[in-house]
């Protein structure tokens, strides 16, 4: 494997020192945690992961962002930067796709958690809501990579938006319902999704609709079911050219880096879990309220 290209002169070599960097520090991150849930329960440490589900979808991420850090590709154009089957399209999306699913599961079970809580019935309607339209997502992103056609893309990208802004709509119900440091926490990360939303509305989801329209525009012929499957498991090209890879450098940096962040919160919301009743806010008719005194009551003379 030639290694050549590694320059601080050439911009491709210092993105993937970056991915390369981001990777272990989230592993080590990771690592960090699973050892604390061991030292939070010392009855359970030879089974941390079985028995946090958090933990173990945010264990999946972690690894499945890692995997596609250090083998960096582009589906649809097929593009990566070294030569092995690891690096193959169908490789890294079937990676992707389970990392995906186990990213949703935990804002799924992250918002149950809170909505059974605080008795919010919209939030645990979204908490059902956002994997099956998640799973949408990815079969659209599978539709796009088998065919080559970025159509997949901007229905996956905007499905992916789509879950966030639901995300969002309960935290905002949630701040309503918590107390102190967790409606802090709840609103920091409402603020947070903001700017995934913004981003993908701006950026992400306008990239792929404009390369679609300018594959129509070419008249370019897209893969049928078979073609595509084999394309995809048989084809990449390895490519250190940083102009082929401008469009890909902004979200993959951000995917690897904050949405990775994003996961091992999720995890760690396994620690905190059982505090929440604490933050709970009260309605004013559940609190107890002074017992009245007694009035006397004098009888009349007659």
């Known amino acids: 494997m030639r290694l050549d290209w590694l320059a601080w002169s050439n911009p491709l070599a210092i993105w993937w020192s970056f991915l390369i960097i981001v990777s272990v520090g989230n592993i080590a991150l990771l690592a960090r945690l699973y050892f604390h849930f061991r030292q939070t329960n010392p009855g359970r440490r030879a089974s941390a992961l079985a028995n946090e589900p958090l933990l173990l979808l945010g264990a999946a ?18 593009i990566c930067l070294f030569d092995t089957w690891l690096s193959s399209v169908f490789v890294g999306r079937s990676v992707a796709t389970v990392a995906e699913l186990c990213f949703i599961i935990q804002w799924a079970i992250v918002l149950r958690a809170l909505a059974q809580t605080a008795n919010a019935d919209t939030v645990r309607n979204i908490s059902r809501a956002i994997v099956p339209v998640v799973a949408l997502a990815e079969a659209c992103s599978w539709y796009a990579v088998i065919t080559t056609n970025y159509l997949g893309n901007v229905l996956e990208n905007s499905l992916w938006t789509a879950a966030f802004i639901l995300i969002a709509i309960a935290l905002l119900d ?66 250190r050219d940083a102009a082929r890879w401008n469009g890909e450098i902004i979200w993959m940096s951000l995917y690897f880096s904050a949405a990775v962040w994003t996961s091992l919160l999720l995890a760690g919301f396994g620690l905190v879990k059982r505090s929440l009743p604490y933050y709970r806010v009260r309605s004013t008719a559940s609190r107890p309220t002074a017992r009245p005194m007694p009035v006397p009551i004098r009888s009349r003379r007659a």
Do not use: K
Not at 187 to 214: E, H, K, L, S
């Open 61 to 78: 991420y972690v690894i499945g962002c890692a995997f596609r850090s250090v083998l960096p590709r582009a589906d649809v154009q097929r």
């Open 174 to 239: 949630l701040m309503h319902r918590y107390r102190g440091a967790a409606r802090v926490a709840i609103a920091v990360t409402a603020v947070g999704i903001a700017g995934y939303v913004a981003f993908m509305c701006t950026v992400d989801v306008p990239m792929y609709f404009n390369r679609w329209q300018a594959e129509l525009a070419a008249d370019r012929e897209f893969f049928g079911l078979f073609s595509g499957l084999h394309d995809v498991a048989t084809r990449w090209v390895v490519t």
